[in-house]
């Protein structure tokens, strides 16, 4: 009889651990819920003379951040583009942002590039060396990770940098920040204004 209790005592045992660690993984989330294209309203930036509209698109393990820039409030005369792109996307646990909850992510950034989208912007680009480049030519992409882009301006991401992010999805609307440090470090906060909210499309 002692032993059918000792067994009873180790079965409950296991079952509470098993609970306990299934518990544990639900903190942490799949790609899944960031699928697809997001994006924010045309707006005008704090300090630009262009419009632009942020869209994020995840497909998989894949990030791709664009920031494309307008000449005109309605956001259809393009101006340029910024694109960076990361890779191996995972989700780490849930975290409380502002309130609400969130989840940490890291990714590895493997592209960036400047597409100048009009002539001006063309000769701009190379009568001032852009970025340290030459050669600029109208709707063509150069690579400019860890290049340096305008005075006193913070040098683009290199390949290969982990990136350290924070997001938060509230309802249909997404939320998010990459810390562009080498640190290791994540944001510590999150923009979470009407230009600063995506939206699924």
């Given at each position: 009889?002692?032993?059918?209790?000792?067994?009873?005592?180790?079965?409950?045992?296991?079952?509470?651990?098993?609970?306990?660690?299934?518990?544990?993984s639900s903190s942490?989330?799949?790609?899944?819920?960031?699928e697809g294209t997001?994006?924010?309203?045309?707006?005008?930036?704090?300090?630009?003379?262009?419009?632009?509209?942020?869209?994020?698109?995840?497909?998989?393990?894949?990030?791709?951040?664009?920031?494309?820039?307008?000449?005109?409030?309605?956001?259809?005369?393009?101006?340029?583009?910024?694109?960076?792109?990361?890779?191996?996307?995972?989700?780490?646990?849930?975290?409380?942002?502002?309130?609400?909850?969130?989840?940490?992510?890291?990714?590895?950034?493997?592209?960036?590039?400047?597409?100048?989208?009009?002539?001006?912007?063309?000769?701009?680009?190379?009568?001032?060396?852009?970025?340290?480049?030459?050669?600029?030519?109208?709707?063509?992409?150069?690579?400019?990770?860890?290049?340096?882009?305008?005075?006193?301006?913070?040098?683009?991401?290199?390949?290969?940098?982990?990136?350290?992010?924070?997001y938060l999805l509230?309802?249909?609307?997404?939320?998010?920040?990459?810390?562009?440090?080498?640190?290791?470090?994540?944001?510590?906060?999150?923009?979470?204004?009407?230009?600063?909210?995506?939206?699924?499309?």
């Amino acid at each position: 009889m002692k032993n059918f209790y000792i067994i009873l005592i180790l079965f409950f045992s296991f079952t509470i651990y098993s609970c306990a660690k299934k518990d544990d993984s639900s903190s942490s989330s799949s790609t899944t819920e960031l699928e697809g294209t997001w994006q924010t309203p045309c707006h005008l930036p704090e300090g630009s003379s262009y419009y632009r509209i942020k869209k994020l698109i995840v497909s998989g393990t894949n990030w791709a951040d664009r920031k494309e820039y307008y000449s005109d409030s309605s956001c259809a005369t393009e101006y340029d583009l910024w694109l960076r792109t990361f890779g191996s996307l995972s989700i780490g646990d849930a975290t409380e942002v502002s309130g609400v909850s969130g989840h940490k992510f890291t990714m590895t950034h493997s592209e960036n590039t400047y597409t100048p989208q009009t002539s001006g912007g063309v000769s701009w680009s190379n009568t001032n060396s852009y970025c340290g480049l030459t050669g600029w030519e109208l709707n063509t992409a150069q690579d400019i990770a860890g290049k340096t882009c305008g005075a006193g301006s913070d040098p683009q991401l290199a390949i290969g940098v982990t990136g350290y992010g924070l997001y938060l999805l509230d309802g249909s609307k997404l939320f998010w920040g990459v810390s562009d440090s080498t640190s290791s470090t994540y944001p510590s906060r999150i923009r979470t204004g009407d230009n600063d909210t995506f939206t699924k499309q």
